[in-house]
């Protein structure tokens, strides 16, 4: 199964932002939900949800392609901007809802997350995608 869906938005760096914490909460929240909107309205029909939840535990790779105008350190600023969106990608209990798709993003769960960015004065945003991880 391999899903790809574009969420829309201009990333932030919270690690160079003197936030309050409200701030950097309403900030996540956004992103969490401009990811589930993004997945929604590319995957209208509920039985792709419910089969990415069902293969939640199957190793997957995730690559997060983000455009952007300006380029962050790819080591930690990247990482640190996408965090919600990967926040909401493993949510899915009745504490903390979200999509469910991976089991979670601990090293742990085996799965493997790439990071990229492009350059550039078009859209901004990112692009995800998920596949099941061949060995």
């Keep these: ?3 790809t869906f574009f969420v829309r938005g201009a990333l ?3 690690l160079n932002e003197r936030w309050h914490w409200v ?3 309403r900030w996540a929240k956004r992103w969490r939900m ?3 909107l993004a997945f929604m309205a590319a995957y209208p029909s509920s ?3 419910a ?3 069902y293969s939640s535990h199957r190793l997957k790779r995730v690559v997060f392609t983000a455009h952007v105008v300006r ?3 790819h080591h ?3 990482r640190a901007a996408l965090k919600p969106v990967l926040d909401e990608l493993t949510r899915g209990n009745l504490r903390k809802p979200g999509l469910g798709i991976i089991s979670g993003d601990s090293p742990d769960d085996g799965h493997e997350f790439d990071y990229y960015q492009i350059k550039g004065t078009g859209k901004r945003g990112v692009h995800v995608e998920i596949e099941s991880r061949r060995f």
């Design 23 to 25: 701030t950097r909460y």
């Design 34 to 36: 401009e990811t589930r």
């Design 71 to 73: 380029g962050f350190d």
């Design 1 to 3: 199964m391999r899903l």
């Design 76 to 78: 930690d600023n990247l």
């Design 12 to 14: 932030e760096n919270p």
């Design 47 to 49: 039985w792709v949800l």
């Design 51 to 53: 089969a990415a939840r």
